[in-house]
């Protein structure tokens, strides 16, 4: 059969989905279509190229040799697209976690970003924490994200792709009458003893929970019991006031009323942020954003450790294989 003259892209973002997913419930989930719809696309594309792509089961969908083929050839063509849309502002809007509205490192990635592309519209989400994020990205409802990677579940870090953006220093928030915010720095051996609030029990924000687990092991430091979960800005002081725990943070973080900030030293604890995505995505907005997150962290020098900075050994590794 002669390839066809012309080809709706349409149907090759049907069949892009199914192929990253591997899963056509997923993948309709993903593109926001039923799956009855999505299946007759990719048929359909199948008829026109005159090639078998796919090769369903019950139990499980395969890529044929064909199908293969076509992966990178289908994210070029469509790479084209949006480049060609975004070049004339009517790129579809890329969707941007933040975590949080003051998230220092993510913020500035993302305003830099929009600089870089005015002509695109980068809209941005707060999902508090990277372990929510991951989820909304597998699912197609969100593009981007940051984070500590190495945190998330295996079965997540699959299906996601990420590049290391900043080496974060880490710092604890502290009741402004706490016996340490006097201290312009606080050793980590002097919160031996106490109890740190570190997200725990709140299911959106586990990598950062993992880590704190991490930080503090064989270090005398506890990690406070989940508190109620506080949604909004206003919500989460009124509680963490109440609570008036220690708060494990990194250097930047918002400041709130009654409280200092004070970073941690002796080592210094270092929260790997990276710059997250669904595997496969194409959008001029996405290619704005890694400009913008390489130029920061040059400029700035966001990947450079101190001599006695902490990291943990798994974001080592994790590092070291995928970035």
């Not at 980590?188 to 092991?217: I, K, P, Q, S």
Request: aromatic share 6%.
């Amino acid at each position: 059969m002669p390839a066809p003259r012309h080809l709706d892209p349409r149907l090759l973002r049907a069949f892009l989905a199914v192929a990253e997913e591997l899963h056509f419930t997923r993948a309709a989930a993903r593109l926001y279509v039923a799956q009855q719809a999505l299946s007759r696309d990719v048929r359909r594309l199948e008829r026109e190229l005159g090639a078998e792509l796919l090769v369903r089961t019950t139990r499980q969908v395969t890529l044929t040799g064909d199908g293969e083929r076509l992966v990178p050839l289908a994210r070029r063509v469509l790479q084209a697209q949006d480049d060609l849309l975004g070049a004339f502002g009517q790129a579809r809007p890329l969707l941007v976690d933040l975590n949080f509205p003051d998230q220092p490192t993510a913020r500035r990635v993302l305003y830099r970003a929009r600089e870089l592309a005015p002509e695109l519209e980068l809209m941005a989400r707060y999902e508090s924490g990277l372990a929510g994020a991951a989820a909304e990205m597998v699912a197609g409802r969100l593009d981007v994200s940051f984070g500590r990677f190495a945190g998330l579940d295996p079965a997540l870090r699959s299906r996601l792709e990420h590049r290391l953006v900043r080496y974060e220093p880490m710092a604890v928030v502290l009741p402004e009458d706490h016996r340490l915010a006097a201290l312009a720095q606080v050793p980590l051996a002097e919160l031996t003893g106490e109890t740190v609030y570190a997200g725990a029990g709140n299911l959106r924000t586990t990598e950062w929970t993992d880590l704190a687990h991490r930080l503090f092991e064989c270090r005398g430091i506890a990690i406070a019991a989940p508190a109620p979960l506080a949604v909004g800005d206003e919500e989460f002081r009124r509680i963490m006031a109440k609570l008036r725990n220690p708060i494990l943070a990194v250097v930047g973080f918002p400041a709130m009323p009654g409280t200092v900030l004070r970073p941690l030293v002796d080592p210094v604890p270092l929260s790997p942020m990276s710059l997250v995505w669904r595997k496969g995505l194409v959008h001029p907005g996405f290619d704005a954003l890694r400009r913008a997150a390489d130029e920061i962290a040059a400029r700035e020098k966001w990947l450079s450790r101190p001599a006695d900075g902490w990291v943990p050994a798994m974001d080592e590794d994790t590092i070291a294989t995928h970035t």
